[in-house]
């Protein structure tokens, strides 16, 4: 399956790297480094992208779109998205009074985090996404996804582009990953320590050094900044 490399590559054509960039607003280097998957966009960028080529954001990230969507583009990056594409994950028929017992398949909304200036606080929106939910997880209607960016949860083996499945109604334990939206509109992804009647505590790591090391650093978050934190249930790596 193609990566998202090498979709952006299918993207750009024969065009060079430095026009492309120019187009973004990013340096060549950056781009460069995106097509060979070192890094991933944030979601501000993955829009810009999108509205730039005109394909869907699923395309992009995933490689999930009909090769019948595909009009406009050019042939060999249609029949790329064909080759690419994959269909949902169909799951056994539920058993008992679930709601979806009637549906093929369980698809949960995305959110996607985009940079505002913060250190590892980052600006959520609403992503014209669905993916399928894993199998392996019972399904209620509050569950969604999250689109991991930046490095600071690495050590626990969260990296950029991964896809988190959030449930509202899991329980968190000390250790667990978890999203949390905070009042002023910030959201980020944290490992969860503790919290008390005042103050969530929760840990991230500081950027890679240049030996690959990564400091832990320790956050105290006034439970009134606080507007929901949801247990991270499946981490789950997109190519």
């Known amino acids: ?56 954001s699923d395309w992009l990230l995933f490689g999930i779109m009909p090769a019948a969507q ?7 990056v249609a029949e790329g998205i064909a080759r690419s594409w994959a ?30 200036g913060d250190k590892d606080w980052y600006t959520p929106g609403k992503m014209a996404l669905r993916i399928p939910l894993p199998v392996n997880h019972p399904y ?10 930046g490095t600071s949860m690495q050590p626990e083996g969260i990296r950029q582009g991964f896809v988190l499945f959030c449930d509202p109604a899991a329980s968190i334990d000390p250790g667990d990953a978890v999203y949390i939206e905070k009042r002023d509109g910030t959201a ?25 090391t990564q400091q832990a650093y320790f956050e105290e978050i006034p439970a009134g900044q606080v507007s929901r934190i949801v247990c991270v249930v499946i981490v789950k790596r997109k190519g």
């Open 1 to 56: 399956m193609s990566t998202f490399g090498d979709r952006l590559k299918q993207l750009r054509k024969h065009e060079p790297q430095r026009a492309v960039a120019e187009r973004l607003g990013i340096p060549q280097t950056t781009l460069s480094n995106y097509e060979k998957n070192k890094n991933q966009p944030d979601f501000a960028l993955i829009e810009k992208i999108c509205c730039e080529f005109k394909v869907t």
């Open 70 to 76: 595909a009009t406009g583009l050019p042939a060999e």
């Open 87 to 116: 269909p949902p994950v169909f799951v056994s028929q539920p058993v008992g009074d679930d709601p979806w017992k009637n549906a093929q398949w369980q698809e949960v909304p995305v959110i996607g985090l985009a940079n505002c």
């Open 140 to 149: 209620n209607p509050d569950l969604f996804a999250v689109l991991a960016v």
């Open 188 to 212: 980020s992804v944290k490992k969860f320590l503790k919290r008390d009647e005042h103050t969530l505590h929760v840990q991230g790591w500081a950027e890679p050094k240049a030996d690959g």
